[in-house]
């Protein structure tokens, strides 16, 4: 079970970088509930989307718990 409050941390709030914040709010992602329930498909061709951003929102779902999640949430 997913702890909504996580979901609604600002990534600032999570210690990530700002270059992160940046790029994440360039993808329109706003937190991690955002990250959670992204189309993966629409966000890896948005032209912001690079795949060492990628590596490190995984990373960082990893340290919140949450990675498998939403590796579930994005196959179904």
């Not at 941390?9 to 937190?31: D, K, M, P, W, Y």
């Not at 955002?34 to 795949?51: S, Y």
Request: charged residues 20%; aromatic residues 10%; glycine residues 6%.
């Amino acid at each position: 079970m997913v702890d909504v409050s996580k979901l609604n941390c600002s990534f600032s709030t999570l210690g990530v970088g700002n270059q992160f914040i940046q790029q994440a709010e360039r993808l329109g992602l706003h937190n991690l509930g955002d990250v959670m329930h992204v189309n993966l498909a629409k966000l890896k061709k948005h032209k912001e989307f690079t795949f060492l951003w990628y590596a490190d929102m995984l990373d960082l779902l990893q340290e919140q718990g949450l990675l498998r999640q939403f590796q579930e949430n994005q196959l179904s």
